[in-house]
């Protein structure tokens, strides 16, 4: 059976005969193989997520005893024709390996279980399983590949790590990506494979499951292994895609040490962003500028950034996901900012602050501003180990209620707005208050709702706080002084052991230190 994960991606000769000018001759062959220096082979110590990554496989090893998990790193994926959008790993592979923006394309970890012999037989071991890295260490001068292939060769993307320099790094044992086609060999119903991370992996792990079920003795009832001939039993799969989103939820000293990072870059990309305001007021797609000032500095302290950059003037901060961005950041407006850095390690931080584009708020700019931000301070105010996540927004929602009662906006009153069958005042602010933050912006997202929106908090989890008021432009409910106006603020939260700490208090956020901030008074 074809191999598609070990096969290199097709070089463009193959794609582009039309313009390829690699020389073909046999002398240019042997040529270009020959007079290259030896490759320095001091080995790394292991990155410091080493440890942190192996706890992590630890812990998910000892969730699925006895089955073998595959969670792939992922293809690169195609922008268009011959060009790839930059390429980014699953989260749940950088999670369990520690690998991040330097990861391969294609890279496998694949953890394999140990079994035991006991009485009646070969039983799941109770030391879990085995750790390997499969992917496609760097090229000999002995092929063609690393001059000729443009889609991965050296000459064309730069080296790839050698197999005895990932596992030193990462402190994982390590094989060619070739050898995985041994594990597909023996692949059956007790594998379970991230399915989203690699479609066509997983469409081979599919066939294979097919191939290797036993098939029932004829006559007999059909179910195998959980899953009948002839069919894919794909349960045991979202399991698995489950159970490392939940190990997401908490995070260890390392994890929170990137937020930390993160968060720390991003302050600077809001600070130049500052700066810049006299060339993006002057412009007329001064969005744009804000876009591209905040994604320089993402690029120069991290690998990208964690989401598209919302820079959103004037009404169109009320439209929640504005990326457009290309509209003029017009003096006497406000200006709301949804930006996060995305380091190496592909942790992001994920911050919103709503900004007077001349520097001063209005009144009523004012009035709505203070109103988030009493939200905002009333749902911090909660956090602490022990409460439920959903808490978090009832608190937010309770001021949000009040105020916009108080400003005449609601047909009844905030008590009864609240009632969960009125909820007027959400018209203002469709979205939730808080999502997990970490590898991904809306981290652990395939957990379960019992443990995410009604779990219980613990220490170590990190969430954002993040209520905002939006009034559309065309919204009869309000004075027109207030329409067009939309604010958000939004920190990254961490809760500590007697309660919670705001990872993003170093970024201005009340209405007189964004002033200040703005006036170059603020740090
Ligand atoms: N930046 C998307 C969000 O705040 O969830
Ligand atoms: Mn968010
Ligand atoms: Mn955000």
Same mark, same amino acid.
């Not at 705001?502 to 970024?507: A, E, T």
């Given at each position: 059976m074809a191999d598609s994960s070990s096969t290199p991606p097709a070089a463009p000769a193959d794609v582009n005969s039309n313009r390829s000018t690699t020389p073909v001759s046999t002398s240019f062959r042997d040529y270009i193989a020959t007079q290259w220096a030896d490759r320095d082979e001091t080995l790394p110590a292991p990155r410091e997520a080493a440890a942190f990554a192996a706890a992590r496989r630890q812990r998910i090893s000892a969730m699925h005893p006895g089955e073998r998990l595959i969670v792939p790193a992922g293809p690169a994926r195609v922008r268009s024709n011959d060009t790839d959008y930059a390429y980014r790993a699953h989260s749940a592979f950088s999670h369990l390996t520690g690998w991040g923006a330097d990861a391969v394309p294609d890279s496998v970890l694949v953890l394999e279980p140990r079994f035991e012999q006991r009485e009646g037989g070969m039983e799941p071991a109770a030391a879990g399983h085995d750790a390997t890295l499969y992917f496609r260490p760097t090229a000999g001068r002995d092929s063609d590949e690393f001059y000729a292939n443009a889609a991965i060769g050296e000459f064309w993307l730069g080296p790839r790590p050698s197999l005895a320099h990932v596992a030193a790094d990462l402190a994982l044992a390590t094989m060619p990506l070739s050898a995985l086609e041994d594990v597909l060999e023996s692949t059956d119903a007790t594998t379970r494979i991230v399915r989203e991370a690699d479609r066509d992996l997983t469409d081979q792990v599919d066939g294979r499951r097919l191939l290797n079920a036993e098939l029932p003795e004829p006559g007999a009832e059909g179910a195998i292994h959980g899953g009948s001939a002839g069919t894919i039993d794909t349960d045991g799969d979202a399991v698995l895609l489950r159970d490392l989103s939940e190990l997401r939820l908490v995070k260890d000293a390392w994890e929170i040490g990137q937020l930390r990072a993160a968060i720390a870059a991003t302050k600077q990309g809001f600070d130049d962003v500052i700066a810049d305001r006299p060339a993006i007021t002057a412009h007329p797609r001064g969005e744009r500028l804000v876009e591209g000032t905040f994604n320089r500095r993402a690029r120069a302290e991290g690998n990208q950034v964690g989401y598209d950059t919302i820079a959103a003037s004037g009404p169109h901060a009320c439209v929640l996901h504005w990326t457009t961005n290309d509209g003029p950041v017009v003096p006497g407006e406000l200006i709301l900012i949804d930006a996060g850095v995305e380091l190496d390690s592909l942790y992001t931080a994920d911050i919103t602050r709503t900004l007077p584009v001349d520097g001063s708020f209005t009144e009523v700019q004012r009035r709505v501003y203070e109103a988030v931000l009493q939200a905002a301070d009333a749902a911090f105010a909660i956090v602490r180990p022990g409460i439920r996540f959903r808490e978090i927004h009832a608190a937010a929602m309770a001021v949000i209620a009040q105020r916009t009662a108080e400003w005449g906006f609601l047909p009844v009153s905030a008590a009864e707005s609240l009632d969960p069958d009125v909820q007027y005042h959400r018209r203002y602010m469709v979205h939730g208050t808080s999502h997990h933050l970490g590898l991904d912006v809306h981290d652990c997202a395939q957990a379960r709702r019992e443990l995410y929106l009604d779990g219980i908090l613990e220490p170590g989890m990190v969430f954002t706080i993040e209520p905002g008021l939006y009034f559309q432009p065309d919204d009869l409910t309000v004075p027109p002084e207030y329409r067009g106006i939309g604010v958000r603020i939004e920190d990254n939260v961490l809760v500590t052991e007697s309660g919670a700490e705001?990872?993003? *208090?170093? *970024?201005p956020r009340t209405a007189d230190d964004v002033e200040a901030w703005l006036s170059g008074a603020a740090a």
């Open positions: 705001n990872l993003s *208090i170093g *970024i």
